[in-house]
């Protein structure tokens, strides 16, 4: 009993910092609707700014001041985030902000390593806070009965100010109806600038209380961006209050996870999101949306198939690609091969984002199935490699009818998250099966028959299979099925008045999608010779997002761009620097600004204008001059 005290209180204690972080992330995108993957990085920068205040002034005052004082520079570095960066792509697709995010993401991460470099550091004891207080026969620390004690009093600070104040009641009203905020002249502006800050300042605030209590490292940052995204959904987007009681919940589970459930405890959180999700879409305290007035894929530009010409180019550059092997090195085919495994995986994922209005954030569950099932092929059935590369695929499809069922009941975020939960529920069982899928050790030797053996070889097999898939997905974009389901996407209500299922519909395409993504995964096992679980990670979820947004969500051709920019990038960067993720993020950022649909939907945009005006140069030079007598009747 005494041991359920303890994790109890230690549960709540992390519930403060927990809630503090989740609240600002449920504020920006309750107001401003980013889905901002940077709030882990404030979180992370409060922690060392905290650590760094805190070595330099001593004392009592000295620590308290320090905390604070580093939340509010932290806060101000948010704000200026939004007004520079932010502020310019707010009328881009919401998931640019996304991307722009994870492009500051990346950067944090080695600016941390540069600054304060790779060791943990460990801050002081709070002063006056560093005993403990005996209760029910066990001590417990001071610092964490502070920390339970100012979860709730921040929670009624929430309270007061969003409840009792002019700026807080219209940042409600902003999360309700921004068009009609902006109709009553509410400078939307600063308004957002003020909750951006106002959600990093309680982010940073978090890092920072953890000082006393953690050790302050480079990867805090996806920790606690991922927990507090699953809280702010449990307890529903734009509530504190929910935030607050999810926060509860979810640190509960983790203090209690490894001691009731040890073998599900890294999955438990997501285990619990996925039922709320299922028996409550919106949250425990979160409300009903409003029926979407645009999907992630909608576009004003029509789309067509490829003509006749384009296809003759397409067929030359498939052509020129193939006969690559004859003058490249062993490394540049290896990396040829990867380019071309995640150019299908990114296209499968823009099959689900673009045409079917569906951003998946677990997408690499599938990638990783489709690895596996292919390694099950190999070392348990003894099946020759081609057979075995069609077993991944099958395996995926069978993971996505899974999820797929349970996940296109849900639209928005609510899907996104789902896929998240679902993706991190399989990630776990292959992580925690060691009989089976060997865990962390991975499964070996699942090398590439002798006919395929060289990496000329190997990539000529690769092209063999990565090519019919994307021509096969392109069909689809195309088919009758395509355009069933691009009018779910754009309205759900008149597809379904002129007959069209739009579950049915998104479900067969969640299918395709998992099955182009595990053919894919089983290309990669070869590539690799062995598969671990971390090919189904978030990060490799992340990659997905960030090809197709690269490339553009409002075109067909983007995702194969995207791929091929963003790996390429990633792959030379790693070889050429030591901080890679500075000027990778650093370049992602700029694309945003500079191609704010995505390299090719921006291209497309610049094209279409050229076109236009030169048609329109070319009506005026062809319009008859005015004859003479026109010319002075006009004149008074």
């Known amino acids: 009993m005494q041991l359920v005290f303890v994790q109890f209180m230690t549960g709540l204690a992390s519930a403060a910092s927990l809630f503090l972080v989740a609240s600002g992330l449920s504020i920006i995108f309750g107001v401003t609707r980013i889905v901002n ?9 409060g922690a060392y700014v905290a650590y760094t205040l805190t070595e330099r002034f001593a004392g009592a005052y000295g620590f308290w001041l320090s905390l604070l004082a580093a939340a509010a520079v932290v806060a101000v570095l948010g704000a200026l985030l939004e007004m520079t960066l932010l502020r310019r792509i707010y009328h881009a697709p919401e998931l640019f902000q996304l991307l722009a995010t994870f492009g500051v993401t990346l950067m944090v991460e080695d600016l941390v390593l540069v600054i304060w470099g790779p060791e943990d550091l460990v801050g002081p004891r709070a002063p006056g806070l560093a005993g403990a207080v005996e209760m029910f026969g066990k001590r ?43 109709a009553l002249g509410i400078n939307q502006k600063w308004l957002f600038t003020g909750v951006f800050a106002l959600g990093v300042f309680l982010a940073a605030l978090g890092g920072a209380l953890q000082i006393p209590r953690d050790a302050v490292n480079h990867s805090m940052d996806l920790r606690i961006i991922v927990e507090a995204f699953v809280v702010v959904v449990i307890g529903g987007l734009g509530s504190t209050t929910g935030a607050f009681v ?19 405890s890294l999955v438990l959180v997501f285990v619990v999101m996925a039922i709320v999700l299922v028996v409550r879409p919106w949250g425990l305290f979160g409300k009903m949306p409003p029926p979407a007035q645009a999907a992630v894929g909608a576009t004003v530009r029509p789309w067509r198939p490829l003509g006749r010409t384009e296809l003759m180019i397409a067929a030359a550059v498939v052509f020129v690609v193939a006969l690559q092997p004859l003058w490249l090195s062993d490394y540049a085919l290896t990396v040829g091969s990867e380019l071309l495994i995640f150019t299908l995986f990114a296209a499968s994922l823009h099959l689900l984002m673009t045409v079917g209005g569906l951003a998946s954030f677990g997408h690499a569950a599938y990638f990783g199935l489709g690895s596996y099932g292919a390694a099950f092929a190999v070392k348990a059935a003894g099946l020759p490699m081609l057979v075995a590369i069609c077993a991944g695929p099958v395996l995926a499809a069978i993971g996505a009818a899974i999820v797929g069922w349970f996940a296109v009941s849900l639209t928005g975020v609510y899907f996104a998250m789902l896929t998240l939960a679902f993706s991190q529920i399989v990630w776990s069982i292959a992580f925690q099966w060691v009989s089976v899928t060997g865990g962390d050790n991975g499964i070996l030797g699942i090398w ?3 006919f395929a053996s060289t990496p000329g070889a190997f ?32 309205s759900e ?42 090919v189904m990670g978030i990060p490799t979820s992340v990659d997905g997002l960030v090809m197709v947004l690269l490339g553009g969500i409002e075109t067909v051709l983007g995702p194969i761009v995207g791929a091929l920019v963003f790996k390429a990038m990633s792959i030379w960067l790693m070889s050429q620097t030591d901080y890679s993720k500075l000027v990778l993020g650093a370049a992602i950022v700029v694309i945003v600004l500079a191609f704010p649909k995505g390299i090719v939907g921006t291209l497309a945009d610049w094209r279409a204008r050229f076109e236009a005006g030169r048609a329109a140069r070319r009506a005026a030079a062809s319009a008859p001059a005015p004859s003479d007598a026109v010319i002075k009747e006009a004149q008074p």
């Open 37 to 45: 993957f940077a709030h882990g990085a404030f979180y992370m920068l």
């Open 448 to 450: 590439p028959a002798p």
């Open 246 to 264: 999810a926060a509860i919940i979810v640190s509960q589970l983790n203090a209690f996870g490894i001691l009731v459930f040890p073998k599900i």
């Open 140 to 182: 417990i620390p001071s610092y964490d009965l502070f920390l339970i004690v100012l979860g709730p009093l921040v929670l009624a600070g929430l309270w007061v100010l969003f409840h009792r104040t002019r700026w807080g009641v219209l940042v409600r009203a902003a999360t309700h109806d921004r068009a009609m905020v902006a």
């Open 459 to 490: 990539f000529w097999v690769t092209l063999a299979f990565v090519v019919p898939a994307l021509a096969f997905l392109q069909m689809v974009i195309f088919s009758p099925f395509g355009y069933a389901l691009r009018a779910t996407r754009d």
């Open 493 to 534: 209500l008149r597809a379904e008045a002129i007959g069209i299922d739009r579950k049915r519909i998104q479900w067969v395409a969640f299918v395709m999608a998992g099955a182009a993504a595990g053919l894919g995964g089983a290309l990669f096992a070869f590539l690799k010779g062995s598969v671990f679980p971390d």
